[in-house]
C-alpha cells in the first residue's frame, strides 16, 4: 500500500495511489466570507421550508457546500494528483494576488442563483482561471467553468428561484485572492474538503531568469 503525501499549510493529507477520486481546483473567499454566504443560504433555507413546508426542510442543491468560485475539476488517483499540483506550483509562481469583489446576485439558465464579481474582479478571476486549466489541460478536465461566481443555490425550481430573488438583493463580499485551492469529494458526506493550497509565487518573468554577479 503506496501513499503520496501532499504537504498543506495546516497538515499532511495522506492520499492512497492508485485509488481514484474526485478533485477539484477552486478559488474559496477568506473565513469572512465563508461565514457570510453560509448565511444567506441559512436564510433561503429558511424561507424556502416556512413557504414549502413538504420540500424537505428548504433543502435544495449547493445548500451545504462551503463559498467557493469553481475553476474545475477531474478525476485522478495520487499520482496523477501529486503530478497536476506541481504543474500548478511551477505556473502560479508568476501571478499575483489580488483583493477581489463581489457586489450583486445574478442567475443563470436552469435555476442557478449566484453571487457575482465586479467587472474588475471578473477579468482577473478569469485570466487566473485561464492559467490554471491551460497547465491542466493535459488532464482530461471536467466540469471547467468559465464565468467566475460564488453559487447560492443550483437547480432550484422557479418559484425556489423567485424567492432567492426576493429575499437576497444586496451583498458585499470581497477577499484577497492569494492562490488555488485543491479540494476532494467525499461521497460519504456528500461534499468536498479542502486538501491542499497552492499559493500565487507573485514572481516576475522579466527577473526569473536574470543572473546576479558580484563584482
Not at 502560479?92 to 442567475?107: G, K, M, N, P, T
Not at 439558465?109 to 485561464?130: E, Q
Not at 490554471?132 to 443555490?153: C, Y
Request: aromatic letters at 12%; charged letters at 25%.
Amino acid at each position: 500500500m503506496v501513499f503520496v503525501i501532499l504537504p498543506t499549510d495546516r497538515k499532511l493529507i495522506f492520499v492512497m495511489e492508485g485509488s481514484v477520486n474526485k478533485y477539484s481546483f477552486v478559488f474559496q473567499p477568506d473565513e469572512a466570507g465563508i461565514v457570510l454566504v453560509d448565511g444567506l443560504k441559512r436564510r433561503l433555507r429558511a424561507s424556502l421550508a416556512e413557504l414549502f413546508p413538504d420540500k424537505n426542510k428548504g433543502w435544495y442543491p449547493s445548500c451545504n457546500s462551503k463559498a467557493h468560485v469553481t475553476i474545475c475539476a477531474f478525476e485522478a488517483d495520487g499520482s496523477k494528483l501529486t503530478m497536476a499540483i506541481e504543474a500548478l506550483q511551477e505556473t502560479l509562481v508568476y501571478e499575483r494576488s489580488q483583493y477581489v469583489y463581489f457586489d450583486h446576485f445574478s442567475s443563470f439558465a436552469g435555476g442557478a442563483f449566484y453571487i457575482a464579481p465586479t467587472v474588475h474582479a471578473r477579468s482577473y478571476l478569469k485570466d487566473r482561471a485561464r492559467k490554471v486549466v491551460q497547465t491542466l489541460s493535459e488532464f482530461d478536465l471536467i466540469e471547467i467553468s468559465d464565468e467566475p461566481h460564488i453559487s447560492i443555490g443550483r437547480h432550484l425550481e422557479p418559484e425556489q428561484l423567485e424567492i432567492a430573488k426576493e429575499q437576497l438583493r444586496s451583498v458585499d463580499l470581497s477577499f484577497m485572492c492569494k492562490g488555488v485551492h485543491v479540494r476532494q469529494f467525499k461521497p460519504d458526506l456528500g461534499q468536498y474538503e479542502i486538501i491542499d493550497f497552492i499559493q500565487f509565487g507573485n514572481q516576475s518573468k522579466e527577473n526569473s531568469g536574470q543572473l546576479a554577479f558580484k563584482f
